[in-house]
């Protein structure tokens, strides 16, 4: 249901940039920072590293400090939680100051994705995902499955602000 964009070039560029960036994959960005640093079509400088991996009762959580490699203090923990009717995802951003958000949830082509009301998606009729903690909103997206083949998709961003600590919460659940 859920994919990243794929591999449409390795040729670097803005393209490359693109698929290699944050934007381009289910995660969350900072003030439009990537987890690493990129340097040309194959190279990576600075970048992160994950931090408390944790297996939980009901699913799993970890963090990393590839925002804060590039701005002190910016640190990003996911927590998945499996529930009898779906699961929780539950971002943790982290950082003094005021900082922007955004996170990316590129659906599989052909999956569609409908804004019933804010903060209330509604998945290939059969997932409802609430959102809360940010503004939800639909975007065109591209998944380059296969080389050479590029397929449009739905990208459900939320975005919003924070300072100091902030939570996003998506709760997904089959619809009865």
Known sequence: MLTDTGISTYEPGKQRDYER?????????????????FWSGFRVARRGHPLGFRLLPDGLQ????????????????????LKPEGFVVTDSLNGSATHSFEAFWHFAP???????????????????????????????????????????????????????NAKLRLSCSVRP
């Open 62 to 81: 970890c963090g990393h400090d590839g925002f804060a490699v590039q701005r002190r203090g910016l640190f990003h923990t996911r927590r998945v939680e």
């Open 21 to 37: 960036s944050v934007a381009a994959h289910n995660t969350v960005r900072i003030d439009e920072l990537d987890q690493a640093e």
């Open 110 to 164: 052909n999956v569609s994705v409908e804004i019933m009301k804010p903060g209330k998606i509604v998945v290939a009729r059969k997932l409802t995902v609430e959102v809360d903690g940010g503004s939800p909103r639909l975007e065109e997206s591209c998944y380059w499955g296969r080389h050479g083949l590029v397929e449009a998709r739905k990208c459900l961003v939320v975005s919003g602000t924070f300072s100091g």
